[in-house]
């Protein structure tokens, strides 16, 4: 979520403990790199921003934030209700500090729940679409075992879980862990970073290069993709996929990843150069097609009706069954909506996209590490 952090940023904090366990290489060849934003990252901000406001009770200026944003904030906030006790409490942003682990491991978890002597409950908020798996996620473990240890460890279950809005299937996916499991956890967190302290610390490929803040530099992915690039073929042509055999197809499918994220980030570094007014012989930046917004959606409602353009205007239509789905679930029991909607819905295959089956799930969304 939004700063509660600590001044400085810490060098191994939760969300980039993944990274760090992958690939203890990662971290020395990091070191002075600032994380690059985006879009996706800026609006995964604001969402985190708005739910903690909420969380608090604090006022905030409603036209800052876009109606399916509070609306999947208002769908979280009454959520979490339905997994508290009276003796409960609620945590927002609290400070996991794990110096015993590493003086400089410490950061923030976004929500928790803590009923002494029964549970402890971390959750974390994603707002990108990407599935993030909340089993074992190291990110929500590190959390979840700072506030273990501010705890002495006094609960009999540990759950992590992971909350979002906008992934197609359950919103809300729980994960149960022990005290035996967190030990465990603690001891695989001491190695990995101790590792990366070291001067042997590995550079390792993988989905965590994605989040890297050294991955245009890493030699590592510069390697392979410049070697991978080179295509070893009899005639020293490129042929036509229909000429292909299997072997060859799944050796370009594999060598393609590596390709796209190393080219994607030499595009990103020379849009910055460019924009900074530094020249790349060739290239120049190009103004992009723009879109347009209504500043006030209410104003042109109030005209729309006075003039009589309400049809011209304003177009009404049906909200998506996802949609309708979460926004009827507080009116309606689930065996009420499942009847509803396949009765009146149908699904419609959007076709297929290809899988690594080799690879498993990314435990990252779009956020950037924080």
């Known amino acids: 979520m939004s700063a509660a952090a600590p001044k400085k940023h810490a060098k191994y904090s939760p969300s980039s403990i993944y990274r760090v366990l992958a690939c203890a290489g990662s971290v020395k060849l990091s070191e002075g790199i600032p994380s690059r934003t985006s879009a996706a990252a800026e609006e995964g901000t604001l969402a985190h921003e708005l739910v903690e406001l909420k969380l608090l009770k604090k006022k905030f200026d409603a036209s800052k934030y ?187 499918l594999d060598k393609a990843w590596y390709l796209k994220l190393w080219l994607a980030e030499v595009e990103a570094f020379a849009t910055e150069e460019l924009t900074k007014g530094k020249k790349i012989e060739g290239y120049s930046l190009q103004p992009t097609r723009p879109t347009t917004k209504w500043k006030d959606e209410n104003a042109i409602y109030k005209m729309a009706a006075k003039k009589g353009l309400i049809e011209l205007l304003i177009k009404a239509e049906l909200v998506s069954p996802a949609t309708a789905l979460k926004n009827l679930s507080k009116k309606f029991s689930d065996t009420q909506l499942e009847k509803f909607l396949s009765q009146n819905t149908i699904k419609l295959s959007s076709g297929y996209k290809l899988s690594n089956q080799t690879e498993t799930a990314s435990d990252f969304d779009n956020d950037v590490e924080a």
């Open 66 to 252: 876009p109606d399916f944003m509070r609306l999947d904030a208002d769908n979280f906030v009454s959520d979490l209700n339905k997994y508290r006790v009276p003796t409960s409490e609620l945590l927002v942003e609290t400070k996991v500090d794990l110096s015993h682990v590493h003086p400089e491991l410490y950061g923030t978890a976004d929500v928790s729940i803590v009923n002494l002597y029964d549970y402890l409950h971390v959750i974390d908020y994603k707002y990108g679409r990407g599935f993030v798996s909340e089993k074992r996620n190291p990110q929500l473990m590190t959390s979840l075992l700072g506030i273990a240890h501010l705890y002495n460890f006094d609960f009999a279950d540990y759950q992590t879980s992971v909350y979002q809005p906008r992934y197609k299937g359950t919103a809300m996916r729980t994960y149960h862990t022990s005290k035996k499991e967190l030990k465990e956890f603690e001891s695989e967190l001491k190695r990995g970073i101790d590792l990366a302290e070291s001067s042997k610390a590995p550079l390792v490929k993988g989905n965590h290069c994605h989040f890297c803040p050294a991955k245009l530099i890493c030699p590592e992915i510069t390697r392979k993709a410049i070697a991978e690039a080179k295509l070893d073929f009899d005639n020293d042509t490129q042929p036509e996929p229909l000429t292909l055999s299997r072997d060859n197809i799944k050796a370009l």
